[in-house]
């Protein structure tokens, strides 16, 4: 694992979430190192997106603490979640399909100069050119509209925007889900060189070849109960599906 | 240094890009030239071509024109405002009752009245849509005829003179350097609406709203806020064109802006602004408002008597909306 006395990004503890009687997460803890691929997986219904819904800010834990960079925050909000670094690519992307690649990567965050406060257009261009070739995107221009790029293409913009923002960590929803297997290879070649970036990294998947081929760890889930944490290079899909399933697969 | 996108050659050619841009964001041009030149040859001795006639379309679209940025700014969130008609008659008849009332506080009181009244119009709709999230479509249907019922009441019927010469001046009759104010009051607002649509956060995040309001909350964008000042902006513009009526006229009546609707939706869509929100053009909306007053005026000019013109108007702009939504709903 990551040999850097840093602390971890992000650290979950003992994290435990009711909605009225029903527990939906109960004793969730959990730490990821700078430069370190985390995925979680679990069956439907398992927790994941409740969990991943608290470390975004949506929903408040009813307890537990949640550790950033060592130092312990109220996570009230997505707004809150974003100040603290954290970015989410969601399943649906959150793209606004009739603007542009660099409008998007800025969406609610536009850069502006001038004392009227005009958009910057030219910065967020170069920028968003910059951090496309960076991360080996392959869209045709800063300028293209979202709905002329492939499924990949808009993925990749979507993860380009987490990149640019994402201080901390980035969560990733089934982020191949809905791509063909060139263009999950490419999202796939994507995420791994995140590693470099020495942010964390959590996925969802629900592919457990794609978990082992990106994750340095998997964490699973099963009705709201973490079942185990393993090193994925010391471990096999055996034992995660038969985590994941509570049948002994062997 | 990466090696071109291969997945998608054809839709990211420069060709394929420039024949959609062509039809969608050019139409109303071409459609105003080819209006104006018609109208230039078949009208060439009916007075058509005259500095005076050309004016006169410019006096008489500007209030249609003002009420269509406001409509741009809403349709672009993703909302849509019927009321805008009903507002200015309300307006105008604030304004046009305040002076009155008071004659001594005249033109500022006369703004403020009208203007306000027509913010507190949009401040009602925005906040059933923004907040209650009711759909705009039926809460304007709604309160486009709550309002065209209060401008009725407010004066049961009745014309009320604006007698304020400062006031007719500003909003009417007056010139600044030879050049009717009507045309500087829409000089102006085209030229701060664009300005607010293309180049600042707002207008960035009134497309993004109206575009996927997912993505916009996610990213951190306060969408009720958003929709909320759209309707807040549409009301001002529509309370701006009650002004602009009463100034011209010298009066307001409960029939101002009675018939703009379908003008001014007919304008905006032309003008390259969609239905559904995440797209739209403050000087597209303006070409379209002129080419709908060359399409009043020659029609008048041609001398068709008034159920004829409603009918060819109603053509050209079902063929003009047509070309410009093809692209846009495939």
């Known amino acids: 694992m990551n040999q850097s006395p840093t602390a971890p990004v992000l650290a979950l503890g003992n994290i435990r979430k009711s909605f009225g009687g029903v527990v939906a997460i109960e004793d969730f803890s959990l730490t990821i190192a700078p430069g370190e691929i985390v995925a979680l997986v679990g069956d439907n219904g398992a927790g994941k997106s409740t969990l991943i819904k608290i470390i975004s800010g949506v929903y408040v834990p009813t307890s537990g603490s949640i550790l950033i960079d060592g130092e312990p925050v109220a996570m009230s909000s997505a707004t809150k979640a974003r100040e603290n670094g954290i970015e989410v690519v969601y399943q649906d992307l959150a793209l606004a399909e009739q603007q542009s690649v660099y409008m998007n990567l800025f969406l609610g965050r536009e850069m502006t100069k001038g004392p009227l406060g005009q958009l910057d257009r030219k910065s967020m261009i170069a920028e968003t050119q910059r951090l496309v070739d960076e991360l080996d995107v392959r869209i045709p221009s800063p300028h293209a509209t979202i709905r002329d790029l492939s499924g990949g293409q808009r993925q990749g913009v979507a993860i380009a925007r987490a990149t640019h923002w994402a201080k901390k960590l980035i969560l990733l929803d089934e982020p191949t889900a809905a791509l063909g297997v060139a263009e999950t290879a490419k999202v796939e070649a994507i995420i791994a060189a995140l590693k470099a970036r020495n942010i964390g990294v959590l996925i969802i998947s629900h592919s457990l070849d794609q978990v082992f081929r990106l994750s340095d760890r998997i964490c699973v889930l099963r009705r709201g109960k973490q079942i185990g944490i393993r090193t994925t290079a010391a471990t096999d899909k055996n034992e995660i599906v038969s985590m994941i399933t509570g049948l002994n697969a062997s | ?330």
């Not at chain 2, 304020?164 to 609406?193: K, N």
């Not at chain 2, 909320?228 to 001002?236: D, E, K, W, Y």
């Open chain 2, 1 to 330: 240094m990466s090696p071109p996108s291969t997945t998608h050659p054809a839709e990211s050619s420069p060709l394929a890009r420039l024949s959609r841009i062509n039809l969608q964001q050019y139409v109303v041009y071409v459609g105003f030239v080819a209006i104006f030149v018609f109208f230039a040859i078949v009208l060439r001795d009916s007075g058509f071509l005259t500095s005076r006639n050309l004016v006169n379309i410019a006096l008489q679209t500007a209030p249609a024109t003002i009420m269509a940025i406001g409509l741009v700014f809403a349709l672009s969130a993703g909302d849509i405002d019927l009321s805008i008609g009903s507002t200015v008659a309300v307006s105008a008849l604030c304004a046009a009752m305040a002076m009155a009332a008071m004659p001594e506080a005249g033109l500022l009181l006369g703004v403020a009245a009208g203007i306000g009244a027509g913010l507190a119009i949009g401040l009602v709709n925005g906040l059933l849509v923004a907040y209650l999230r009711l759909p705009s479509f039926l809460v304007t249907l709604a309160t486009m005829g709550l309002f065209a019922g209060v401008a009725r009441s407010l004066t049961q019927l009745r014309s009320i003179p604006v007698t304020d010469s400062m006031f007719t001046g500003l909003f009417g009759s007056g010139s600044l350097f030879g050049i009717p104010s009507l045309v500087i009051w829409t000089v102006v607002a085209v030229g701060i609406g664009h300005f607010v649509f293309r180049q600042t956060r707002f207008g960035a995040h009134v497309l993004a709203t109206g575009d996927n309001p997912r993505a916009a909350m996610v990213t951190g964008i306060k969408v009720p806020r958003i929709r909320l000042t759209v309707f807040l902006i549409s009301g001002a513009m529509a309370g701006l064109a009650g002004l602009l009526y009463s100034g011209r006229l010298q009066a307001a009546k409960y029939t101002l802006g009675e018939t703009d609707l379908m003008t001014v939706i007919a304008a905006v869509i032309v003008g390259g602004t969609l239905l559904n929100g995440g797209k739209g053009s403050i000087i597209g909306a303006l070409v379209g408002s002129l080419m709908m007053g060359l399409l009043n005026n020659g029609l008048i000019l041609m001398g068709l008597s008034v159920s004829d013109q409603m009918i060819v108007r109603g053509l050209i702009i079902l063929a003009a909306v047509a070309v410009s939504l093809r692209e846009t709903t495939r």
